[in-house]
């Protein structure tokens, strides 16, 4: 594949008598309808020379060296490093967003890198990077770019990751699980109204992915970030935690993750971190064995406890990991309860 | 844009509805690229320098 789509449905009804026809953007839900020269809401796929392109493939903007902790991955090869790229571009228009100057930025208005994928998998192994992540921004939107260089890394034997929002079209999103190692998807609530007003999407085609990476038998954590007043009542919290017992399993990761005030969210105060302990025990007692809280400091919250015996596994500030006693086998050295994930 | 344009998108964002339960938006002149915008981008772009991939960035995931 290459930077040009496929991804697209001709609408001849409107077409006869142009120069070029009229084109609906298959990607994601929202189904841009474009003429020649426009580009979809994400900024990045532009309908150019006959067909919708995604100008940024290859061309990140962000490039960078995380812990794997970072992306939020708790049960994925703890303590290592993913090669972490992003271009401009998302689909979605949170108020909230903390990349907000990648996210929502024209591409030629970023500095880019050119990075074909085959370089993209030099780079990661120069760097010693056992993992490329696809990430920052939304990796979905730059899904020719994502899916080859996926592809490069697993032939290399690299593991692929993907950090999303999860809004796309199943036809697509299912390719993609098919040479992703892992993905953690953020849930931004379990509301469409909030997703409608705050995210400019739904969550009906979230829900829809996170089953597709479940069916897809690839390793699966969910984010939340709690915003105060916005998605931080166990009211709209708790059905969240239900809806991955039931669908994803309880051995599913969740991550509650603080919000600090960004962009255009500028008025609310930061997550109080007493309100996401509440809704850490909601969401255990809603049955998830795995309920981590981020981004604050040094939270036990933030440990991997066994949920047989209680012992500490893998214990973290921040994004170090500290002590981690999870062979490769994933056992509890106490009990011997397998812990969901892939260890190292 | 012109009359036939608006009606055209609007049909568009209908028919796309009805057909496929997708949650169409419509193009619009605020969301046209500039014409140039392939060389906007090469003038935008920088080699890659592996010494400058700094370990941790604010960007968050």
Known sequence: MSALSSISSELRLLSPGRRRPVLRCDLCPKGCVLHEGQRGECRIRVYLDGAIRAVTYGLPSAIHLDPVEKKPFYHFHPARQAFSVATAGCNLHCANCQNWTLSQANPESLDNTPLSPDELVTAAQRMGAPMIAFTYSEPLVFYEYTLDGSRAARQAGIDPLLVSAGYANPGPVRELFKVISAATIDVKAFDDGFYRKVCKASLKPVLNTLVLAKEAGIWLEVSTLVIPTLNDSPAMFTPLAKWIVSNLGKDTPLHLLRYYPQYRLQNLPPTPASTLRNLADEAHAAGLHYVYIGNVEGDPASDTRCPHCGTVLVRRVGYVVLRDLLGRDGKCPNCGTVIAGVWS | ?61
Request: charged share 20%; with cysteine; proline share 10%.
């Open chain 2, 1 to 61: 844009m012109t009359r036939r344009d608006w009606l055209a998108g609007a049909a568009a964002l209908a028919l796309s509805a009805a057909l496929t339960g997708c949650e169409p938006r419509r193009g619009d002149p605020m969301r046209a690229a500039p014409p140039n915008l392939m060389a906007l981008l090469r003038a935008r772009s920088r080699p890659f320098d592996l010494h400058h991939v700094a370990p941790g960035t604010a960007l968050a995931g």
